[in-house]
């Protein structure tokens, strides 16, 4: 069972309970970012990435591609009626809609992205085809559910009976106070690659901040918000509050970061400093950024403690390990 993190946004909440919630949120296995790594490597978000790295392991070891790698891996994420955040079984929006938003990337820099897309299980490939069957990057809404039904996906609820259950307890609490109180759990699934070849792939995928508003879109479907590859110098992906990731250009930043030779972790911190200096509420949310360079190093940092990520190398056997936090 996967354990779900959350990550709360405490618009109405107090100091106090912000403390205890971020020590629940945290289950620590590593506290070291592995350094270095040898070929090929897959790295992704959460505890939930422990089982989208097996998958995409399956692909890279046997010499896939990572763009298949990635795909390939965050699917299996998006089918889990368990991960609570992400695609099928997702928990819905304020209105009780389960909306969807997804992006992919490979190593020529193709990007291909949807948001706000209702009813298709899997976002990522939907996005994977308006990267490869379309002259555009992204699309939304019911355009993008359209494509998707022309493209052969299946239509179909993605609202579990738990998450319903879930929306309408919530919903039953804040018919007034909704938007002051605010409460949001986030837990994408971001996941990078490098396969035998060399190449860089990344995908992001995410049912979005838990009850927002209809038609909010996050920045997990954002090219340089919630996903970046260059494959000169590396890949990154986002979690978090994503207003605050878009604000910042997050994954975008980390990877030029990297491009001025920071190594990831490094990279990773500095542009938790800019999202920092652009959220004056940086203490109430979390940001977390996972970033794997061309040389197979990882590294991760966080604004508050909790942020985990699992890695799979030939020597690193899918194991978690926390991500550095500034607080
Ligand atoms: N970043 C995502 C969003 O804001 C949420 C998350 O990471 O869980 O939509």
Redesign the pocket.
């Known amino acids: 069972m996967h354990s779900r993190r959350k990550?709360i946004r405490l618009s109405a909440l107090g100091a106090a309970f912000t403390g205890s919630i971020l020590k629940a949120c945290t289950t620590p296995e590593k506290s070291e970012n592995p350094k270095k790594s040898v070929k090929p490597v897959v790295v992704s978000?959460w505890n939930h990435g422990q089982a989208a790295n097996a998958a995409a392991w399956e692909i890279l070891s046997h010499g896939g591609s990572a763009l298949d790698a990635a795909e390939a891996g965050v699917r299996v994420t998006e089918a889990d009626p368990e991960v609570r955040?992400v695609g099928y079984g997702g928990y819905p929006d304020r209105d009780g809609f389960v909306t969807l938003?997804a992006c992919i990337m490979n190593e020529k820099g193709d990007c291909g992205s949807v948001a706000f897309l209702q009813d298709i299980k899997h976002p990522v490939s939907v996005a994977r085809k308006v990267m490869e069957e379309t002259p555009h990057v992204m699309l939304v809404g019911k355009g993008a559910l359209d494509f998707a039904l022309a493209q052969g996906f299946k239509q179909e609820n993605l609202l579990t009976p738990e998450s319903e259950k879930d929306w309408l307890e919530w919903k039953a609490k804040n018919t007034e106070t909704r938007p002051e109180i605010n409460i949001e759990?986030?837990?994408?699934i971001g996941l990078l690659t490098l396969d035998q070849k060399g190449n860089l792939s990344g995908a992001c995928t995410?049912s979005?901040?838990s009850y927002?508003y209809h038609g909010r879109?996050?920045?997990?479907p954002i090219i340089g918000a919630?996903l970046y590859v260059d494959n000169e110098v590396g890949g990154a992906t986002?979690?978090?509050?994503?207003?605050a990731?878009i604000r910042a250009v997050g994954c975008f930043l980390v990877v030029e970061f990297m491009r001025q030779g920071h190594d990831p972790e490094e990279a990773c911190r500095l542009a938790v400093e800019r999202v920092v200096s652009k959220n004056p509420d940086w203490k109430e949310i979390q940001v977390g950024f996972l970033a794997l360079n061309k040389q197979g190093e990882v590294g991760s940092y966080c604004i508050n403690k909790g942020f985990n990520y699992a890695v799979q190398t030939p020597e690193i056997s899918n194991e978690l390990f926390d991500a550095k936090s500034k607080l």
């Open positions: 990550f978000t955040t938003d759990n986030h837990d994408t995410t979005g901040a927002k879109v996050g920045d997990s919630g986002a979690t978090g509050w994503g207003e990731v």
